[in-house]
T-cell receptor, first 112, second 111 residues
């Protein structure tokens, strides 16, 4: 079945630093999604990408849909303490009955 | 004006018991899901319903039975609970096949 490798598994950074994380797949997707899970809450959608090569921003967050359709990247600029949480990538292929495959998450810790 | 709600938020029970978790969405979405998040935070899909019809059924023990009385509700019943069932269970709904809106989760602890 499809597998997503998300890296890094965890990050410890200083407030103000930029963050990069990525997700790679063994097969292609035609939608990539990035979610953030705050402690004790459910995941919340940050950015959705629908086209290979697409670059989309949401405030300090920027995500890209890789040209090969097998990878995606998320960057966070000028991190702040409330960026703490788990970031999940998810890939979907629209003939797969609505199923998204989730990566294993990147846990971000921001030190003030 | 909660979008996706789940009850209960916490559930502590003994091994062997039967329990249910309820989920409701007021977003008008056609598709609903159940996910299990284990202690390592891995998020795995269990079931998906579209307009009350089961469309995804991952490899889940048949002690787990979802029920969708209408497209706004998707409940999860678990029979003969085991220690390994301890996890956080998330309900989600979707207006289309990709973007999903998650509930706050139900933290199940089996003793």
């Amino acid at each position: 079945g499809q597998q997503l490798n998300q890296s890094p598994q965890s990050m410890f950074i200083q407030e103000g630093e930029d963050v990069s994380m990525n997700c790679t797949s063994s097969s292609i997707f035609n939608t990539w999604l990035w979610y953030k899970q705050d402690p004790g809450e459910g995941p919340v959608l940050l950015i959705a990408l629908y086209k290979a090569g697409e670059l989309t921003s949401n405030g300090r967050l920027t995500a890209q849909f890789g040209i090969t359709r097998k990878d995606s990247f998320l960057n966070i600029s000028a991190s702040i303490p409330s960026d703490v949480g788990i970031y999940f990538c998810a890939g979907a292929y629209n003939t797969n009955a609505g199923k998204s495959t989730f990566g294993d998450g990147t846990t971000l810790t921001v030190k003030p | 004006d909660t979008a996706v709600s789940q009850t209960p938020k916490y559930l502590v029970t003994q091994m062997g018991n039967d329990k249910s978790i309820k989920c409701e969405q007021n977003l008008g979405h056609d598709t609903m899901y159940w996910y299990k998040q284990d202690s390592k935070k891995f998020l795995k899909i269990m079931f998906s319903y579209n307009n009350k019809e089961l469309i995804i059924n991952e490899t889940v023990p048949n002690r787990f039975s979802p029920k969708s009385p209408d497209k706004a509700h998707l409940n999860l019943h678990i029979n003969s609970l085991e220690l390994g069932d301890s996890a956080v269970y998330f309900c989600a709904s979707s207006p289309m096949q990709e973007t999903q809106y998650f509930g706050p989760g139900t933290r199940l602890l089996v003793l």
